[in-house]
């Protein structure tokens, strides 16, 4: 399964989230350059972690979606692919 695979609004909203948080990081470097506060640049830096965790989720759940319908169909394979990827996204 691959991104691919998923709706187009689905992606679009995907990738808007990505280029924030890209704007994000591109920030916290130049409140480093720039000498900002020890106390601004974490909450920064917790914002732009939270931002990950969020899109990191739509994802997990877009694919559990596919996976849902690939089980009803009767693929015997994703419930252990479903395990895996749980696993890794919990660690």
Known sequence: MSTTD???GVVENILRRLRRIEGQVRGL???IENGRS?????T???????A???TSA???QEFLTLCAADIARGDEKKPAQIATVLRRFTL
């Open 29 to 31: 470097q130049k409140m």
């Open 44 to 50: 920064q830096m917790t914002a732009t972690r939270k």
């Open 52 to 54: 990950m965790e969020s």
């Open 38 to 42: 020890c106390e601004e640049v974490l």
């Open 6 to 8: 998923l709706d187009k």
């Open 58 to 60: 739509l994802i997990l």
